[in-house]
């Protein structure tokens, strides 16, 4: 397996482009705000994810870069900072989130720093923030304080612009994630046997995925195991210590997080003799998902592929149970903005990774779920998770 990296040089020039699109917008300063939901915004910039903490990035149209840390990942910051000429700043308001005080000689808050940035770069009109979802009050409050004439502009469309278009460097780390996450399956579902419960496969899945390389599983959520009519119901879900069963639905949803990318696979298994009706399905799942992938084209508009879905689904009688046909971005987090919908008719580009899925709800036995990671590329897109395509058809088509 190549164990990819992103080089530091990258990290520089994602800072210039975003850079380039601050001045297209006037604005001279951006702050940048990580926590474990969004991880990715500081380590973009970076390559700095913390431990127990959140992170902050600090980046002026000109001069010096500011990587905040709290106090208890500052020495794990001064090794994972790989942004040139950066300096790393020790921040109370980004550590661990009890308000737990460290004696940390040389450590700022916000305000401190801000009036710092002030004071090196003066006439600041326009300041935008990245994390609109999660930026905390304690930190907007002081960046209002200090630029009290400057405007504060949202500026999440822009971060996620430019991260939806993939570089040669990610690419090739985001490979080591597909294949990671194809080799986890490959070697963890022929082990699963009637009577284990679901966190005991979710263990299963976990030790595997180290064994292979990864830093940890996917930045969405740890392994779901969702298994039977009642608990394969659920979307979203934390493993309960049920006993799975023979000729019931398994939903398997788990991926790996490796050089901060994800790699994710969601499949569906039955042990023992698999009644007629799940077959049928699976299988018409598996079948409308390659049938829209086929589409997904660079220069084709999304809503091509979204409704290419549906109308298969309308054709064969499914389409009461698909809640939604999902196309999204994937990279530093599983699920990435901007969105692909039918509405929006968003065009799809080279070098984009984009997860597919499709996702049947509420049939009398359960539910499940089949999703893949592609890659666009100049002939179309490939499908990087390879387990489903081998493993489905050998299980359902029987």
Known sequence: ????????????????????????????????????????????????????????IVIPLEGQTVVCSGQASYDYCLVQNSLPESRIAILPEIGEVSGFEYDTEGQLDFEELFQQIKAEHPGVKRVGFIGRLIFPSIIMNKLKKVFADAEIVDFDDVHYEQRIRKSPCEIEVLKTNWAMASEMFTNVVPKIQAGMTERYIEGMFEAEMMKLGAESYVQAFAPMVATGPQNSYISMCRNTMR?????????????????????????????????????????????????ASDKMKAGTPCDVVLNAYTEYLTKYGYIDYCPYGSLHSTGMLECEAPTFTVGNKRVIEENMAICIDAYFKGMEWGSFRIEDCYLIGADGAKRMTTYNDKAIPEIFNK
Do not use: H, T, W
Not at 244 to 264: D, F, K, M, Q
């Open 243 to 291: 006993q799975i069963e023979e000729s019931e639905i398994i939903n398997l949803a788990a991926g790996v997080s490796y050089e901060g990318y994800n790699g994710i696979i969601c499949s569906p298994l039955v042990l023992g003799k698999i009644p007629q009706k799940i077959k049928d399905a699976v299988m018409c799942a598996y079948d409308a998902l390659n049938y």
């Open 1 to 56: 397996m190549n164990y990819a990296k992103i080089e530091s040089r990258e990290y520089l020039q994602r800072v210039n482009a975003l850079r380039a699109e601050m001045a297209k917008r006037g604005v001279d300063l951006v702050v940048g705000f990580s926590n474990l939901l969004e991880i990715g915004i500081v380590r973009y910039y970076s390559g700095f994810a913390p431990v127990n903490e959140s992170a902050a």
